[in-house]
């Protein structure tokens, strides 16, 4: 039982780390870079759905799952609820 719950802080650590460093690089981009997330922030709000996110960007759920289980993309998860950060879907366009 120990061993699970280190191994989950393990991975929580991970993703906070992860998620520092995406949004180090999503302050670090370029003015072009900026006008797109603020346009995609002004159409579809701050947070979306798994669903939304792979429409704006057409791909498919499937391939949203695989960006977030690669830490390819800013999320959070609420039980079964993903909600994806909007502007980190520029790192996968």
Known sequence: ME???????????YQMEIEEYLLTKLEKCSEFEKRVQN???????LWTTI????KI??????????????????????GRIISIYTKSLLFVL
Do not use: C, F, H
């Open 51 to 54: 669903e939304k996110a792979a």
């Open 3 to 13: 061993r699970k719950v280190s191994d989950e802080l393990d991975a929580k650590n």
């Open 39 to 45: 346009e995609l922030v002004e159409k579809y709000g």
């Open 57 to 78: 960007i057409k791909r498919s759920k499937s391939t949203m799952y695989k960006y977030k289980e690669d830490n390819l993309i800013i999320y959070r998860q609420n």
